[in-house]
């Protein structure tokens, strides 16, 4: 799905740098990240560092922003394990409840998990983490590792930004959010939305509540975003299924007013649902999307 650069965020990048980046982003094939090949060519021919260079980077990752209730743009640059570069952006659903919003650090979490990073380096902000954010980050495998970048500043560790923290070894947990899990759970279907959901319910993060869930959109095109549950010790800044594949369909390109159907999928011994919050939410994006509900 193409994706269009406005000029203004090109035009202090050298002119050889600018038309690679335009070229790669205005592919088909672009869903909003660069392989680690792609991202080691454009940034050679920046002259920045790595740092610099990603946080040249932030303001193209913020036009990806759905913001509509705060209009506040956020872009995040996360790298994962492979090499990889993500985008990441907030996004705020008008009509639906703040609790719903997906915050750009998560953004570009998911997005990077998604597509099969068992593990983020660094991650790179355009505004400082909030406390929501903090902690959903500190569900992360190799928190102790992660290097975050905010501009004019020295990186940090999460520790510095969230000292003192409550996370999974306070309730005993060894699991952690980006650790290689393949649930097991299974349904025979030939339905292409049904079998993308399940995949996500297996790779989803439920230490909590064992609600091990997935969600499938399909678009006009044809189409299909899958999205597994991510769950966090606190609770709250837990993301859950829809807003990671709303997450990934938004950062291809697509647009929202293009979902015609959903799936969701979750176990069905877990202690929650997120069959009541995905109707919601998904009724107010359009009515007509269908849902289809599988619990296993």
Aim: glycine fraction near 6%; charge should be negative.
């Amino acid at each position: 799905m193409t994706q269009h650069i406005h000029s203004e965020h090109l035009k202090n990048l050298p002119e050889a740098l600018a038309a690679q980046l335009t070229s790669i982003m205005q592919s088909d094939e672009f869903t909003g990240y660069f392989s680690a090949t792609q991202y080691q060519s454009l940034l050679s021919l920046s002259n920045m560092t790595d740092t610099e260079f990603k946080l040249a980077l932030l303001p193209i990752a913020a036009t990806r922003a759905y913001c509509g209730i705060s209009n506040f743009h956020v872009g995040a640059i996360a790298e994962g394990s492979s090499g990889n570069v993500y985008f990441g952006a907030n996004i705020e659903i008008p009509g639906v409840q703040l609790n719903q919003t997906v915050h750009a650090e998560q953004s570009a979490i998911s997005h990077a998990w998604m597509h099969g990073e068992d593990g983020i380096k660094n991650i790179t902000i355009n505004h400082t983490p909030c406390g929501h954010c903090r902690q959903f980050m500190n569900e992360l495998n190799n928190v102790d590792q992660l290097s975050i970048q905010l501009p004019n500043r020295p990186a940090y560790k999460l520790a510095d930004l969230l000292p003192d923290s409550f996370g999974p070894k306070d309730l005993d947990i060894s699991s952690r959010l980006m650790d290689s899990q393949r649930h097991e759970y299974q349904f025979t279907t030939d339905d292409l939305a049904q079998i993308k959901a399940i995949q996500a319910l297996n790779q989803s993060h439920a230490p909590y509540t064992q609600n091990h869930s997935g969600v499938s959109l399909q678009t006009q095109a044809g189409d299909i975003f899958a999205g597994s549950y991510a769950e966090n010790a606190a609770f709250n800044p837990s993301l859950p299924p829809l807003q990671v594949a709303i997450n990934l369909l938004l950062l291809a390109g697509e647009k929202l007013e293009h979902i015609t159907s959903a799936v969701l999928v979750e176990n069905a011994n877990g202690s929650m649902s997120h069959l009541a919050e995905t109707q919601s939410t998904l009724e107010a994006i359009n009515p007509d999307i269908t849902l289809e509900y599988l619990s296993l």
